[in-house]
T-cell receptor, first 114, second 115 residues
Framework: DVKVTQSSRYLVKRTGEKVFLECVQD?????MFWYRQDPGLGLRLIYF???????EKGDIPEGYSVSREKKERFSLILESASTNQTSMYLC?????????????FGPGTRLTVT | AQTVTQSQPEMSVQEAETVTLSCTYD???????LFWYKQPPSRQMILVIR??????QNATENRFSVNFQKAAKSFSLKISDSQLGDTAMYFC????????????FGAGTILRVKS
């Protein structure tokens, strides 16, 4: 079974802190994604990566950056956390093209910025 | 731009009954895929069912089936013989093309199955 893990289930940070959210997948997937989930808005794509050191902006990249130094690990960085970044963050991975096109999700990190 | 709309924020159903969750989408692309994902309380999101737009036949996975109306851009999920374990947030999602792999999600529908 594909396993996607995230470093923390719950995280509390102060405004202005630099925050790192880590995601690791064990299925050698090329594609990895970071979403944030907010009530009434569903999931929105922040960044994605289709290969090591490759990244592309999603729909809401402002205030975030990412790093992918190894294939299995994709990090989301909040350079200076703000209260409007309080949210649930979900990581996902998928194999390249073709079947089955399914994205596999991690358990999520609920981040609170105070 | 692609959009996905789920107009039912919350729904409830009695155990063993059937429930239908609605989803509409908008895209000008001809090659796309549609998905329903399930997020149980405090558990990881998992794929329930997927539909390729070029296929006319509605997808079915055990108790889960879809009603795909391409002209109307509608993609509803039917759950038969509802079980307590079906209680979850359900997301409808759209993927454009085969290699893009990017998903656009709806806002979600909370489904509660009552005993």
């Amino acid at each position: 079974d594909v396993k996607v893990t995230q470093s923390s289930r719950y995280l509390v940070k102060r405004t202005g802190e630099k925050v790192f959210l880590e995601c690791v997948q064990d299925m050698d997937h090329e594609n990895m994604f970071w979403y944030r989930q907010d009530p009434g808005l569903g999931l929105r794509l922040i960044y994605f990566s289709y290969d090591v050191k490759m990244k592309e902006k999603g729909d809401i990249p402002e205030g975030y950056s990412v790093s992918r130094e190894k294939k299995e690990r994709f990090s989301l960085i909040l350079e200076s956390a703000s209260t409007n970044q309080t949210s649930m963050y979900l990581c996902a991975s998928s194999p390249p093209g073709g079947r089955p096109l399914e994205q596999y999700f991690g358990p999520g990190t609920r981040l609170t910025v105070t | 731009a692609q959009t996905v709309t789920q107009s039912q924020p919350e729904m409830s159903v009695q155990e063993a009954e059937t429930v239908t969750l609605s989803c509409t989408y908008d895209t000008s692309e001809s090659n796309y895929y549609l998905f329903w994902y399930k997020q149980p309380p405090s558990r990881q999101m998992i794929l329930v069912i997927r539909q390729e737009a070029y296929k006319q036949q509605n997808a079915t996975e055990n108790r889960f089936s879809v009603n795909f109306q391409k002209a109307a851009k509608s993609f509803s999920l039917k759950i038969s013989d509802s079980q307590l374990g079906d209680t979850a947030m359900y997301f409808c999602a759209l993927m454009i093309g085969e290699y893009g792999n990017k998903l656009v999600f709806g806002a979600g529908t909370i489904l509660r199955v009552k005993s």
